[in-house]
C-alpha cells in the first residue's frame, strides 16, 4: 500500500503562484509513475501533469503546459507541482496520486493510489 497526503493548496488571485506538495509513505518501491490530476466542482476529473520516478520524464496537459512544473525527490519521497501565473480555471481539487509499473501517465485508472486532495482556487 502507498499513503498519499497533498498540501500547499490554497487562494490566490490570477498570475500568482502555488506550489503543491506530495508526501508518499508506505510501499513506496511499487510507484513508477506519480501524477496529479484535478477536478473542478461539476467536471471531469483531468490529468494534469506526471512524472516517471525512473528517468525522470515529465508530461504536461496542453493546459498547463509552460506554467506548471512537476518534479520529485525520491529521497525524500515527495512530488512536487510548482504553478505559475494561475488563472480562474485552474480552480479546482487537485490530487496526487500514484501508480505502478505499467502506468500510463495520463490514464487516471492506472493509478492505484490517491491522496486525499487539496484545494486551489484561483480568483479574477
Known amino acids: 500500500q502507498v499513503q498519499l497526503v497533498e498540501s500547499g493548496g490554497g487562494s490566490v488571485q490570477a498570475g500568482g503562484s502555488l506550489r503543491l506538495s506530495c508526501e508518499a509513505s508506505?510501499?513506496?518501491?511499487?510507484?513508477?509513475?506519480m501524477g496529479w490530476f484535478r477536478q473542478a466542482p461539476g467536471k471531469r476529473r483531468e490529468w494534469v501533469a506526471s512524472?516517471?520516478?525512473?528517468?525522470?520524464?515529465?508530461y504536461y496537459a496542453n493546459s498547463v503546459k509552460d506554467r506548471f512544473t512537476i518534479s520529485q525527490d525520491n529521497a525524500k519521497k515527495m512530488v512536487y507541482l510548482q504553478m505559475h501565473s494561475l488563472k480562474p480555471e485552474d480552480t479546482a481539487m487537485y490530487y496526487c496520486?500514484?501508480?505502478?509499473?505499467?502506468?500510463?501517465?495520463?490514464?487516471?485508472?492506472?493509478?492505484?493510489?490517491w491522496g486525499q486532495g487539496t484545494q486551489v482556487t484561483v480568483s479574477s
Open positions: 508506505g510501499e513506496t518501491y511499487i510507484t513508477n509513475c
Open positions: 512524472i516517471y520516478t525512473s528517468g525522470a520524464s515529465a
Open positions: 496520486a500514484a501508480g505502478g509499473r505499467g502506468t500510463t501517465y495520463w490514464y487516471a485508472a492506472d493509478f492505484g493510489y
